[in-house]
């Protein structure tokens, strides 16, 4: 293996690592985007749901349309490597 990789396949695992998730409707005529409350779905799914979007994009609708038509994008964290590594202790 080479370098660090994480898998970030759940939402606790989002949340762990400052990862953001923003849906974006594929109703060409809406075209709303939203960035997923990660703390609210984790309450609502449990933290340890996947966040694949074969898993994900189904239960989430377009709060603007209504449309389940939804696309995922997963934005990593944006802090420094550096100060991740020192958030993350030991751990
Ligand atoms: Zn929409």
Not at 1 to 19: L, P
Not at 30 to 53: I, K, V
Request: some cysteine; proline content about 5%; glycine content about 8%.
């Amino acid at each position: 293996m080479s370098g660090r990789s994480i898998t970030i396949a759940t939402i606790a695992q989002c949340i762990r690592y400052g990862h953001r998730i923003t849906a974006y409707c594929l109703n060409l005529d809406c075209r709303h985007s939203q960035e997923l409350d990660l703390h609210a779905l984790a309450e609502r799914l449990g933290p340890d749901h996947s966040t694949l979007h074969k898993h994900l994009a189904p239960l989430l609708r377009c709060k603007a349309c209504g449309g389940k038509r939804v696309q995922l994008t997963v934005h990593p964290d944006p802090r420094p490597a550096w100060k991740t590594a020192e958030e993350r202790g030991g751990a």
